[in-house]
T-cell receptor
Framework: RKEVEQDPGPFNVPEGATVAFNCTYS??????FFWYRQDCRKEPKLLMS???SGNEDGRFTAQLNRASQYISLLIRDSKLSDSATYLC?????????????FGKGTKLSVIP | EAGVTQSPTHLIKTRGQQATLRCSPI?????VYWYQQALGLGLQFLLWYDEGEERNRGNFPPRFSGRQFPNYSSELNVNALELEDSALYLC?????????????FGPGTRLLVL
C-alpha cells in the first residue's frame, strides 16, 4: 500500500461547482497533515494545514479522520483560478527527526 | 521578503557526470529540505539539513549528498548521474524544522541527464 494515496483525477468541474478530494495514508503514527497546491510547472504552496477538529478557510474545508486514516478537501463555489494539482501531505516523526510524504496529487480543472 | 531561491533553473548533464544544485532559504529559516519530483511521480524526500547538520535522509543512494553552509544556504550534489535522475529538484525551507511547520518551496532546478 502506498504511503499517501490520492485519486489522480483529473477532475473537470464547471465554475461554481463543489468538488471533494480524498486522500488515505498508511502510517497510523502520522502526526501532521496538509494540503498543498501546485500550479502547472510551479512549486508547491501550502493551501492549508488539516486539524483533527476539521478546519475551514473561505471556500476550502479540510477534514481528518484518524481512525480511518483519511483526509479530505472540499472546495465550494469553484473558480477558474482553483485549477491546479492538489497534494495531500502527511508528516511522520521519530528518532529526533521527521519527514513529509507527498501524495502524487489530484488534478483539478475548473471549466468556464 | 525574498522567497526560497534556487540555481540554476535548468541544468543539462551527461550520464556519469556530477551535478551541483544550490538553494538559499528564506531569511531567518534554518531548515532546508530537498525533494525530487520526477515525471509522473510525486515529490520524493531526499534530504533535510538544519543548523548545518543532516537531520534525515530519504530512500536515495549515497551518490545523492549535500551540505548546509553557515549562512543556512544548501547545496545538493548528485554524483555519477544516471538517466533516471532527470527530474525537477525542489528545495524548501522552514523556520526551525518542526513537523507542524509550513515548508516554503523554491522554483526548482530542472535537471536533464542525457
Amino acid at each position: 500500500r502506498k504511503e499517501v494515496e490520492q485519486d489522480p483525477g483529473p477532475f473537470n468541474v464547471p465554475e461554481g461547482a463543489t468538488v471533494a478530494f480524498n486522500c488515505t495514508y498508511s502510517n497510523s503514527a502520522s502526526q501532521s497533515f496538509f494540503w498543498y497546491r501546485q500550479d502547472c510547472r510551479k512549486e508547491p504552496k501550502l493551501l492549508m494545514s488539516v486539524y483533527s477538529s476539521g478546519n475551514e478557510d473561505g471556500r476550502f474545508t479540510a477534514q481528518l479522520n484518524r481512525a480511518s486514516q483519511y483526509i479530505s478537501l472540499l472546495i465550494r463555489d469553484s473558480k477558474l483560478s482553483d485549477s491546479a494539482t492538489y497534494l495531500c501531505v502527511v508528516g511522520v516523526s521519530g528518532a529526533g527527526s521527521y519527514q513529509l510524504t507527498f501524495g502524487k496529487g489530484t488534478k483539478l480543472s475548473v471549466i468556464p | 521578503e525574498a522567497g526560497v531561491t534556487q540555481s540554476p533553473t535548468h541544468l543539462i548533464k551527461t550520464r556519469g557526470q556530477q551535478a551541483t544544485l544550490r538553494c538559499s532559504p528564506i531569511s531567518g529559516h534554518t531548515s532546508v529540505y530537498w525533494y525530487q519530483q520526477a515525471l509522473g511521480l510525486g515529490l520524493q524526500f531526499l534530504l533535510w539539513y538544519d543548523e548545518g547538520e543532516e537531520r534525515n535522509r530519504g530512500n536515495f543512494p549515497p551518490r545523492f549528498s549535500g551540505r548546509q553552509f553557515p549562512n543556512y544556504s544548501s547545496e545538493l550534489n548528485v554524483n555519477a548521474l544516471e538517466l533516471e535522475d532527470s527530474a525537477l529538484y525542489l528545495c524548501a525551507s522552514s523556520l526551525v524544522g518542526t513537523i507542524q511547520e509550513t515548508q516554503y518551496f523554491g522554483p526548482g532546478t530542472r535537471l536533464l541527464v542525457l
